[in-house]
């Protein structure tokens, strides 16, 4: 079955500094999303990638699809505390699915 | 306010004690799905509804039933809870499904233990 690989598993970094998280698959991507979670709470949608060379960029983060190598970096410039959070990618198990699998997270933490 | 809501937020109960959770959106959002959440494992997909008495299996559906009679709702069932589904349960929805790379919009979640 296939599966997402989040890396880092956990993020510390002072305010102020970028950061790069990555959703490696172990099979072809049909798309990803990108969601964050503060802790204990529900998830919060950050964008999506449909297309192989996507970029999308929302306030501080941006976020790339790289369909060849079945992976998604999601980047943070200039990191800030409102930014700490477990970030997840998730993407559809096949091309016209209903069905989502996600990554386990990345836990980032931000100190000023 | 557009949201899922959840209830109840915590439950305590005891094994093989049936409950339900509830999950309601305000949308009108024909998807909706329910996910747990468990250390080290991730954000896994018990069951899905593409629309009123549509549902389908995810990852994870053993022990776990659901219903769809209104757009609306859409409720998860453990007829016997067991402690291996103590979990964090999320329920989401969206407007279309999946396959046209939808927004999904979350609840706020339900903790369960099963004691």
């Known amino acids: 079955s296939q599966e997402l690989e989040q890396s880092p598993q956990s993020l510390i970094v002072q305010e102020g500094k970028n950061l790069t998280i990555n959703c490696t698959s172990s099979k072809t991507l049909y798309g990803l999303y990108w969601y964050k979670q503060k802790y204990g709470e529900g998830l919060i949608f950050l964008m999506m990638?449909?297309?192989?060379?996507e970029e999308k960029s929302h306030e501080k983060i941006t976020a790339k699809l790289d369909e060849k190598k079945q992976q998604s970096s999601l980047h943070i410039t200039a990191s800030q505390p409102s930014h700490a959070g477990i970030y997840l990618c998730g993407a559809p198990i096949t091309r016209n699915t209903d069905k989502l699998i996600f990554g386990t997270g990345t836990r980032l933490q931000v100190f000023p | 306010e557009a949201q899922v809501t959840q209830n109840p937020r915590y439950l305590i109960t005891v094994t093989g004690k049936k409950l339900t959770v509830t999950c309601s959106q305000n949308?009108?959002?024909?998807?909706m799905s329910w996910y747990r959440q468990d250390p080290g494992l991730g954000l896994r997909q018990i069951y899905y509804?593409?629309?009123?008495?549509?549902?389908d299996k995810g990852d994870v559906p053993e022990g776990y039933k659901v219903s769809r009679k209104e757009k609306r709702n859409f409720p998860l069932i453990l007829e016997s809870p067991s402690p291996n589904q103590t979990s964090l349960y999320f329920c989401?929805?969206?407007?279309?499904?999946?396959?046209?790379?939808?927004?999904?919009?979350f609840g706020p979640g339900t903790r369960l233990t099963v004691l």
């Open positions: 990638l449909q297309k192989g060379g």
């Open positions: 949308m009108n959002h024909e998807y």
């Open positions: 509804s593409m629309n009123v008495e549509v549902t």
């Open positions: 989401a929805s969206s407007f279309v499904g999946l396959a046209v790379y939808n927004e999904q919009f």
